[in-house]
């Protein structure tokens, strides 16, 4: 593949999306079309010199508008958040297989040769992860098929047809199972924000009204792995480009409690919060971690940034915006601390 041949990012008006065409234009392709279902001025990044196309793309007809003329697609739209957004919005979590469902059958009608997809952790078996000092997931572990209500049946059903796609017309689709991204330039309020910038935006609004509490969801006990985003498009343009056909990891190893997120993020910020437990809040599968020891194998290669290294990075983000006289966020404060 040329570095001059047309590359499609879907969900290149989010979080992850938004990084990655920059990344690619970085990396010197000359002809990316960036695709989201947001209009433009809701889009996290735009990367100038990239051809934007706003469209829905649960509907064919602009994901054949989206796949027209491309050799690769990176297929990372869904609707999809935190938690708080998959435990209580699972029929919109399912409905994302028909954005799956339509990009595979644009790209096979326009003759695209690769097609990325981003899966998602929440495939795992559940009954794998009731522990918090959980067994890190291998690959194998998808199967027999337990995942998240809703979000993950969807991912999991998703790479089950990005793969009969490659069997039956020859896509040479690619899968990867993203374990918890975080970085700048995401959501950090408003109900989809994951973990570390829910937390983040906790402890910031907590110092800034002077009111020295946070809530945490759960007990604090459960356990995740975070990937920082250089790592998260590192390894999503290096698995798209080799020839690793089965689905992959792609997703830290150092695993880290909710209780133990928070410290790091108080370091950062200089700050000793109260905790109070919200216990019946949604909180997930008890621990949850990546296995890297295929990624390890067939690519040589695993995501290393530090938690504390990319935390950091995020929280100065953050407190950026959060600082930068957005009437919105400054009037939340309060309010802030309590959301999730």
């Known amino acids: 593949m040329s570095k001059n041949d047309l590359v499609v990012v879907t969900g290149a008006g989010g979080f992850i999306g938004g990084h990655l065409v920059r990344v690619l234009q970085q990396r010197g392709h000359t002809k990316i079309r960036a695709v989201d279902v947001k209009p433009l001025n809701e889009w996290y990044q735009k990367t100038p010199g990239v051809e934007n196309q706003v469209g829905d793309l649960a509907l064919l007809e602009p994901c054949r508008a989206a796949a027209k003329g491309a050799r690769m697609i990176y297929n990372l739209a869904a609707d999809m958040g935190g938690m708080g957004f998959i435990e209580t919005h699972k029929a919109e979590c399912m409905l994302s297989v028909l954005v799956s469902t339509h990009m595979l059958v644009a790209a096979k009608e326009a003759g695209t040769e690769r097609f990325f997809y981003s899966s998602s952790a929440c495939v795992y078996n559940g009954d794998k992860q009731i522990r918090t000092d959980v ?58 924000e994951k ?57 830290s190893d150092e695993l880290v409690s909710i209780n133990r997120l928070v410290d790091i993020v108080e370091k950062i910020a200089g700050v000793k919060l109260k905790r109070s437990y919200k216990l019946d809040a949604p909180k997930g599968v008890r621990g949850r971690n990546s296995d890297n020891t295929l990624i390890k194998k067939l690519m ?41």
């Open 300 to 340: 040589n290669w695993a995501p290393s940034i530090r938690l504390e290294d990319g935390m950091e990075k995020t929280y100065k983000w953050i407190h950026d915006e959060m600082t930068s006289g957005k009437a919105s966020v400054v009037n939340a404060l309060p309010r802030a601390v309590a959301a999730q």
């Open 195 to 251: 973990a570390p910038a829910a937390i983040c935006r906790k402890v910031i609004a907590a110092k800034l009204s002077g009111k020295h509490e946070i809530e945490i969801w759960g007990d604090g006990e459960q356990t995740r792995s975070f990937m920082y985003i250089d790592d998260c498009t590192d390894g999503t343009i290096r698995l798209a480009q080799s020839d690793i056909i089965e689905p992959l990891n792609i997703g």
């Open 135 to 192: 067994t890190a997931l291998k690959e194998e572990d998808a199967y027999p098929a337990m995942p998240e209500d809703g979000y993950g049946w969807e991912k999991l059903f998703s790479e089950r047809m990005a793969r009969h796609y490659r069997e039956d017309y020859g896509i040479a689709t690619r899968v990867a199972r993203y374990h918890n991204v975080y970085g700048p330039e995401g959501t950090y309020d408003g109900g989809r």
